[in-house]
């Protein structure tokens, strides 16, 4: 069926029409991510529950947003650097306005976001005895390894920084 027979059926234009399919394919999309989207966010907590509780930290901390990092990065870091990473963030997000000075600035703070994120998977691969293998597989897939590490053998030995 082509799109002037769908305008006809419905009783509007083909522009019309075009834009209606348009904009249920758009939501569709919309819809599809944030069910993804939400289904990441419920696997992190239940993982970062689990890595919480070995780490000996109440498992409820994971649900809270910017908390859960914070007490992360108290367990594998220091919990200052959750205002570096913060910090990162909202110069990333100076990215949407339209200057050409501000789109270096977030730029180098995407790259430094990169960088911050790789050292913390690795910090947090070494706070469980894990590798850098580990590490890596915590910043590309990063639920899937945050299952494991939260499920698996994996024993927390301490803060790596502290060490």
Known sequence: MDITQIAQQAGMTENEAAAALAGTAIGGMIGGFLVLALVWYVIRVIAGWKIFTKA??????SIIPFYN????????????????ALALAILVSLGQIPN????VIAVVAS????VFNAIACSKLAKAFGRGTGFAVGLFFLEPIFRVILGFGSAQYQGNPSAR
Request: net charge neutral; charged share 20%.
């Open 56 to 61: 000996g930290e109440a498992g409820w901390k």
């Open 100 to 103: 050409m000075v501000v789109a």
């Open 69 to 84: 990092v914070w007490v992360e990065y108290k367990l594998i870091w220091d919990p200052r650097m959750f205002f570096v």
């Open 111 to 114: 790259i430094g976001m990169l």
